[in-house]
């Protein structure tokens, strides 16, 4: 290549000893490199743009241009792939009905202590004492089928 110079070791004597010596590339070389290197990206994503299905059905051809990811042509359920989905379903769905039931039992168990719920024989009186006891008189009421809802 051109950045490889033969240089004389000794350049006093007739019989010198020849080497190569590495330059560094001129400037113009590296321009015309990074622009052939443009050029050809160029290129390519114009030939992926305008490329067509070569084969005549989607999915046929698996390349940068139409996704990386694979589309499945069928799935056989006796295959490696269902096999390793069960298996995974075995292995950690107790784990996660163990913690998140715990989760839940916690989350339940405090919300009771702050908010305990109190079955009324007469709903109505219920309320009408609960607003003397605090002194109330605006609330608004939301009445469920089995559980009201009390809120300023």
Not at 1 to 30: E, I, M, Y
Not at 70 to 89: E, H, N, Q, T, W
Not at 106 to 125: L, N
């Amino acid at each position: 290549p051109f950045w490889l110079k033969l240089v004389n070791q000794d350049s006093g004597t007739r019989c010198a000893t020849p080497s190569l010596k590495l330059l560094p590339p001129p400037l113009h070389s590296l321009r015309m490199l990074f622009g052939r290197i443009a050029a050809a990206s160029r290129a390519a994503a114009l030939r992926g743009a305008q490329r067509a299905v070569p084969l005549g059905f989607p999915g046929a051809q698996r390349t940068a241009t139409t996704g990386a990811f694979p589309k499945l042509m069928s799935i056989r359920y006796d295959g490696l792939f269902i096999k390793c989905c069960v298996a995974a379903l075995v292995y950690f769905v107790p784990q996660d009905v163990v913690i998140l039931g715990g989760l839940f039992w916690s989350w339940h168990s405090a919300s009771s202590s702050i908010s305990p719920k109190k079955k009324q024989a007469d709903a109505e009186a219920a309320l009408e004492a609960f607003k003397a006891k605090k002194g109330l008189d605006d609330l608004k009421v939301y009445k469920g089928r089995s559980t009201w809802h009390v809120t300023l």
